[in-house]
């Protein structure tokens, strides 16, 4: 089905920072930091490990092993295998739904990018430096009632994904993980040994690792679940994508383990950089969305070297930000380019532009459609919450049913390397547990 013989990764261990930087998003530094203060800290935070660990990492196995086999698009993917394993051609709908998924993901995920970028520049010129509360909130504000501004940063955050995705998998995607990915880590590293500076690092890791079980609830447990789902990339069509590109030596339980381990230190390390702060600063711990575009300047602007950090954190979540665009653009991208006479960049260009074509409208609906409703949301509301409730839960669904019912049991043992006591396991989890836990948080999602 592809025009040229498919690219493959040059190393298991560039595969690994890919498809880590993958899942080291927005999601682990701004959503999972709001969603441990909303949900009580400690409690949440292990919810959420064990999830990961029952339904992260089989439907990620899953999704990187439909991409091995079939070494295409996720759509092809699912067509080749579905074909070889007697299944009907509608299986093909679980690529679909994942091409899709990241393309409308990326359309107000880059909005945020663009938001990132903004408050990176703000952070140099010293804007937030001596402002109060309501100041800070005025600039946030401002900023999303400006269309002008909101299109000129969320064009130059998109002109940075199509420029890394149109160099290839070796040049763009493997270079920009090779550079992004390491000063990550340097600069979270560098905001943590601050945080151990504020007298608060106690109370924060109080906070995030002295359980309240009291505080949990059901709604804890299924928003844990859900994090965990949403934290790895999964249901995206990435992970399929990232597969397809892969070499049969790569172990995928043990490729899993690996990026399932460096997300989820990534995120917890997110919180003992933010949450210091936010305590020596007398604030809130449970701001929701608005800790990381208002809580925080807050904080930068009033204390001793604000300024530096500032600038430090906003390009930390510039980079994350940066990492998960790239990786939903490729599927998007590898779907185009094997489905169509196009080339590697002109692929790129004609899904970058519809992407950021579909983002003006996201970001219009901060300010002249903001009136605009569909179902009682605004276009930015409604591509988030139709991926996330809908798109997302059902491709993951499809993915771990179909390897763990339809795939022949005995070559998906062979292929994970597992023992005749790891594979009933493996089973158990892979056809029951896991796709019982998805249910749970689409229902929930829908519900909610």
Not at 182 to 200: D, E, N, R, S
Not at 226 to 254: C, H, K, P, R, W
Request: charged share 10%; glycine share 12%; aromatic share 12%.
């Amino acid at each position: 089905m592809s025009k040229l013989v498919h690219a493959q990764w040059s190393s298991k261990m560039t595969f690994v920072l890919a498809a880590a930087g993958s899942a080291v998003g927005l999601g682990n530094i701004w959503r999972f930091s709001y969603m441990v203060g909303e949900s009580g800290g400690a409690a949440f935070v292990l919810v959420y490990l064990a999830c990961v660990a029952v339904i992260g990492l089989p439907i990620l196995v899953a999704e990187w092993m439909i991409g091995r086999r079939g070494q295409n698009n996720p759509v092809n993917a699912m067509l080749k295998l579905a074909s070889s394993s007697g299944q009907t051609r509608a299986w093909a709908l679980v690529g679909v739904s994942g091409v899709l998924a990241a393309f409308l993901i990326l359309s107000f995920y880059s909005v945020i990018g663009g938001w990132s970028l903004y408050y990176t520049l703000n952070s140099v010129t010293g804007t937030f430096t001596g402002q109060d509360a309501d100041s800070v909130g005025a600039i946030f504000g401002g900023l999303l009632g400006s269309p002008g501004v909101l299109l000129l940063w969320h064009t130059a955050f998109m002109a940075l994904v199509i420029w890394i995705v149109a160099r290839g998998v070796t040049k763009g995607l493997e270079g920009a993980v090779r550079t992004l990915m390491p000063a990550l880590v340097v600069l979270m590293i560098v905001l943590v040994g601050y945080g151990m500076t504020t007298g608060h690092f106690g109370e924060a890791l109080a906070f995030m690792f002295r359980p309240d079980w009291g505080a949990l609830s059901g709604d804890i447990v299924l928003a844990a679940m859900g994090q965990a789902f949403f934290t790895l990339s999964l249901g995206m069509g990435i992970m399929m994508a990232y597969g397809s590109y892969l070499g049969e030596d790569v172990n995928l339980l043990g490729t899993a383990r690996t990026v399932i381990i460096l997300d989820t230190v990534i995120a917890l390390l997110a919180g003992l950089a933010i949450f210091p702060i936010v305590f020596a600063n007398g604030l809130s711990a449970g701001e929701g969305p608005g800790l990381i575009f208002v809580t925080l300047p807050l904080a930068f602007g009033n204390m001793t070297g604000g300024m530096i950090l500032g600038l430090m954190f906003f390009l930390l979540l510039t980079f994350a930000a940066l990492t998960s665009a790239i990786s939903l653009l490729e599927p998007v991208v590898e779907f185009v380019e094997e489905r169509s006479p196009l080339t590697r960049v002109m692929a790129t260009l004609a899904g970058g532009a519809a992407v950021w074509a579909l983002g003006i409208a996201a970001l219009m609906s901060f300010n002249v459609w903001d009136e605009f409703l569909i179902f009682g949301l605004n276009v930015f509301d409604l591509l988030d919450t139709f991926t996330s409730t809908i798109l997302l839960p059902l491709t993951g669904l499809g993915a771990i049913v179909f390897v763990a019912w339809c795939l022949d049991r005995k070559s998906v043992a062979a292929e994970l390397n597992l023992s005749a006591g790891s594979e009933t396991l493996w089973f158990v989890v892979a056809r029951y547990i896991a796709p019982l836990g998805v249910i749970l948080v689409f229902v929930n999602s829908l519900l909610g």
